[in-house]
């Protein structure tokens, strides 16, 4: 794939690279099951806390960073229905936020097309970030569920020193081992949609 199709990740010294249609649904799955279990309304995620949880969980620590997140979506998808804000080129491409904490979070949000697959995507942006030595933390939230994609980016990895790159994968059951770190999805995304774990362990 041409790597002119990176051209609008900004190598910071933190990236984000997320299937963004997958950890829609999951939020979807979270909220339904949830708000059955603890008999409450549960509102649609904060994408900007779900962010923050996802950086710290990679090994982003407070003071002033610079986190690039990409969120990579099928052309039939607009927007991130289940998170706020959630439309793609309205509310996301192009945009940042502050953390008190962890500094600066700017997002770009990328239209797979019809002759580049959200997978072959998100592995040619790994590819590109890996050549980059200012990039340090690499956080990876692929559609593992449904697709080979992870066979795909373990084998990416395979090779990476992990002294001058943190990589961390993202999934809702723990994957088969690689040369990488591992943290469950679900538990950053019950953050931002505000489940307190004393709510569900009261069940």
Not at 14 to 28: E, H, P, Q, W
Request: hydrophobic share 35%; proline share 2%.
């Amino acid at each position: 794939m041409n790597t002119q199709n990176t051209d609008n990740v900004k190598m910071s010294e933190n990236i984000i690279i997320a299937d963004a249609d997958y950890v829609n649904s999951v939020a979807f799955n979270l909220i339904v099951n949830f708000e059955r279990m603890i008999g409450r309304a549960i509102p649609k995620a904060d994408l900007s806390q779900w962010a923050v949880c996802v950086a710290l969980d990679g090994g982003v620590r407070e003071g002033k960073n610079d986190t690039q997140m990409v969120l990579v979506h099928d052309k039939k998808n607009t927007s991130m229905d289940n998170f706020k804000p959630s439309d793609y080129e309205k509310d996301l491409n192009s945009k940042a936020f502050n953390d008190e904490k962890l500094g600066e979070f700017t997002v770009t949000s990328v239209e797979a097309g019809d002759m580049v697959s959200k997978d072959e995507y998100i592995e040619n942006v790994l590819k590109t970030v890996l050549q980059h030595d200012e990039v340090k933390r690499v956080m990876i939230i692929p559609d593992s569920e449904n697709s080979d994609v992870y066979s795909q980016i373990r084998s990416l990895l395979r090779n990476v020193d992990d002294d001058n790159k943190r990589i961390t994968m993202f999934a809702m059951q723990p994957v088969e081992g690689g040369n990488f770190r591992q943290e469950i999805l679900g538990y950053s995304l019950m953050n931002a949609l505000g489940i307190r774990a004393d709510e569900v362990n009261g069940k």
